[in-house]
């Protein structure tokens, strides 16, 4: 009996996790926001980008870039590239896609680090202006929120972060705050041996990248009726995202880091919040930030008494 009871239990025991995904979703209130995420989503693709001609702006700068010669739009214009030669060298290979497709592979690339980000709430952060207009403009604020996660875990991959927008490596204060020197050591290891081997292939394109960003930063970017009047300068943002970051190290918050790094955007677009859907994930899977390249300690066997010290 008790045999036919747990075999009776194990379809129900399956389900419960589906049901249990499924049981937010009985809220009008959460049904109605991811509604709305999806109906916004739809209509930024369907309508809006059909008469505006905006869809995958930024997707179209990483597709037609010219690898040795990736500065040439001006700052904020359609086909402006702002990253490192090493990001416009990787997407080089775009150019054996159309760009339809390119867009399509890209932002879906976009969308699943965002589910998996979110898990069942992935509708629900639709709703929220930022991550639908990430996916619409197909930029790589997404990408950096999973490098946040994983970034713990894989430090190799903060390279992203500091050859893309350069200011959010900041995030990389975490690990010099909590001494732990070995993944701060891979991350900028992996950083300059990137850079390194880009040099090589592309060196005027490393040359025209550093004018690029000094003529940005001394002129002032989007001077053109931007809204970046509403922010504190980048001096002043980079600041407060360390403190940020030095508290959060010292109390062991993760969540603050990409907070911290939102804040040390070079440029703060209506896009750059998406970052933010790195939380939930810093927050319920801890597990994810522990480096794989610390061992974890080896407990003691069984039944064998450990030797005096």
């Known amino acids: ?28 209130l959460v049904v109605g926001c991811s509604g709305f995420g999806v109906v916004l989503l739809g209509w930024l693709l369907l309508v809006v980008g059909p008469a505006q001609g905006t869809i995958g702006f930024d997707a179209y700068a990483y597709w037609a870039v010219p690898v040795l010669h990736p500065y040439g739009a001006p700052l904020g214009t359609v086909g402006s590239f702002t990253y490192s030669p090493a990001v416009a060298l990787a997407f080089a290979p775009a150019h054996l896609l159309s760009f339809g497709a390119f867009y399509v592979v890209w932002a879906g690339f976009l969308a699943a680090n965002l589910v998996w980000l979110t898990r069942r709430y992935g509708l629900l952060w639709l709703a929220i202006l930022p991550v639908p207009l990430e996916l619409y403009h197909a930029n790589v604020n997404l990408l950096l929120a999973t490098v946040c996660v994983l970034g713990f875990r894989y430090p190799a991959l903060w390279s992203i972060a500091l050859l893309t927008k350069v200011t959010p490596g900041i995030g990389l204060l975490w690990f010099v705050v909590r001494g732990e020197w070995r993944p701060l050591a891979i991350a900028l290891g992996a950083t300059a041996t990137i850079a390194a081997v880009s040099f090589v292939i592309a060196p005027g394109a490393w040359f025209d990248w550093i004018r690029f960003l000094s003529n ?74 522990v480096p794989a390249i610390s061992a974890p300690p080896r407990a003691s066997s069984p039944g064998v008494p450990r030797a005096a010290t």
């Open 1 to 28: 009996m008790a045999l036919g009871m747990t075999a009776q239990s194990t379809p129900a025991a399956g389900r419960s996790p589906l049901r249990a995904r499924l049981a937010l979703y009985r809220n009008p």
């Open 216 to 289: 940005s930063s001394s002129t002032g970017p989007l001077d053109n009726g931007s809204y970046q009047w509403l922010f504190p300068p980048l001096w002043l943002r980079l600041i407060g995202a360390a403190a940020l970051i030095v508290w959060g190290a010292r109390t062991d918050r993760r969540w603050v880091l990409p907070v911290a790094m939102t804040i040390a955007m070079p440029v703060i677009w209506i896009t750059s919040p998406a970052i933010l859907a790195a939380i939930p994930r810093l927050r319920r899977h801890p597990e994810e930030t």
